[in-house]
Nanobody
């Protein structure tokens, strides 16, 4: 059974940095995209950043210039480096993988809490 496991969340002050990790994508076949979503209380889950199998990256406007998504060479671990964090980044962050393997499906991690205080 595929498991995506996030780590690296925590509490920081505004302007601080955190690096999130997601272990497990290497066990999934035919990955189309892998990425990070977040969900703040009372809000819908939203895309933060993703990376396509070919390496193309995509960022939400709120993440551009401050967050960097990456993966290790084997694709076993994905990262989200978050710099210059703002209080509005406070949310639960989820690792996500979309696979085109029969049948196509979405995989989610359990989430990791990020709290940014002003």
């Amino acid at each position: 059974q595929v498991q995506l496991v996030e780590s690296g969340g925590g509490s920081v002050q505004s302007g601080g940095s955190l690096r999130l990790s997601c272990a497990g994508p290497g066990s999934i076949f035919s990955i189309v995209t892998m990425g990070w979503y977040r969900q703040a209380p009372g809000s819908e889950r939203e895309l933060v950043a993703n990376i396509r199998d070919g390496g193309t990256t995509n960022y939400a406007d709120s993440a551009k210039g401050r967050f960097t998504i990456s993966r290790d060479n084997a694709g076993n671990t994905m990262y989200l480096q978050m710099n210059s964090l703002k209080p509005e980044a406070t949310a639960v962050y989820y690792c996500h993988v979309y696979s085109a393997y029969r049948p196509p499906q979405n995989y989610w991690g359990q989430g990791t809490q990020v709290t940014v205080s002003s």
